[in-house]
């Protein structure tokens, strides 16, 4: 009944569109650093949540360290794929997103989530500056680029939506921060984490957030940073963490699934909390 309700209401609009049984246009993501951890996750529950493509960027596709995403994608053909991104590699952005470009409906990408990052476990007083600029590469510089190339695909998004107002089914950019990079918190951390590189960058994309939300408000897409808590990943030491990646995940995407104008340029937890910048 109601895909014949959407067929009978069709005009040149959802021309080339993804629609479901309700007429409303199925959501299209891409996640960078999607082949382990968090990432890898994330691609597993926004395939559950049904999006109508998640497009799951990692730096070395063929890699061994992408078995499990190669397994996810040959699963399901039709929605997920795996697209070559470095994101320390502004070439590799660039090719990247014109990869996606010839992929992506009229209706654009509704969901970017810069989720790859590096963390040098160095201290102030040990950091090299290769730490320091492996870091800003991969944590800050990377996200920058990132948005810029897919800017226009976002834009597309937010023109193509019916929707009023700000939601991450219209245009949204999901920064994935820290704890470790609130300028609040991070002098309560007690050492000895040696994170001094990984915490200054991610300060440094929590700024990257604030200018998103700001200059792109007009064009109504969103912008926040999300702390997924401490998880069992590679990153998060594993077993010592305190939630798995699932638990992370998906307090995450229903954080981000309920995100309005009023959110734009926040920080918030896995939780919904309001983190201290
Ligand atoms: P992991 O170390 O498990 O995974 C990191 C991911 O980033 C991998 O897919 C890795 O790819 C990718 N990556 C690193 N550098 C690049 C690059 N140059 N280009 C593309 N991909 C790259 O980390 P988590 O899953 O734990 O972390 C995900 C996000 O969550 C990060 O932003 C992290 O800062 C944040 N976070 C995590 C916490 C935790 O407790 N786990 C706590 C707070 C924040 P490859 O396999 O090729 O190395």
Not at 231 to 238: C, E, I, N, S
């Amino acid at each position: 009944e109601g895909m014949l309700r959407v067929i009978g209401s069709l005009t040149e609009k959802q021309h080339g569109g993804f629609l479901d049984y309700n007429g409303e246009i199925l959501p299209c993501a891409l996640v960078t650093g999607a082949n382990r951890g968090l990432g890898l996750e994330m691609v597993k529950q926004l395939l559950e949540a049904q999006c109508s493509k998640v497009f799951a960027a990692c730096r070395d596709p063929d890699g061994p360290n992408s078995e499990a995403l190669r397994e996810l994608a040959k699963k399901h053909p039709d929605v997920v794929t795996i697209v070559k991104l470095d994101v320390a590699d502004p070439c590799s952005i660039k090719e990247s997103a014109k990869k996606v470009g010839s992929l992506l409906g009229r209706n654009g990408l509704n969901l970017l989530v810069n989720n790859a990052a590096v963390l040098p476990q160095k201290t102030m007083l040990t950091a090299t500056v290769e730490d320091m600029q492996n870091a800003f590469n991969t944590n800050v510089i990377g996200p920058l680029f990132v948005i810029r190339e897919y800017l226009s695909y976002l834009k597309t998004a937010a023109k193509a939506s019916s929707k009023p107002g700000m939601s991450c089914d219209k245009a949204a950019v999901i920064n994935i921060s820290t704890d470790s990079g609130s300028m609040t918190i991070m002098p309560e951390i007690i050492d000895p984490f040696p994170f001094f590189p990984y915490s200054i960058s991610k300060a440094g994309l929590n700024m990257l957030t604030v200018y998103t939300a700001r200059d792109f408000k007009a064009d109504e897409i969103l912008c926040m940073s999300l702390h997924p808590g401490w998880v069992k990943t590679d990153m998060g030491g594993g077993d010592m963490a305190l939630i798995d990646t699932r638990e992370s995940v998906e307090g995450m995407l229903s954080v981000i699934g309920s995100l309005t104008e009023k959110q734009n340029g926040g920080f918030f937890d896995y939780t919904g909390k309001t983190m201290p910048w």
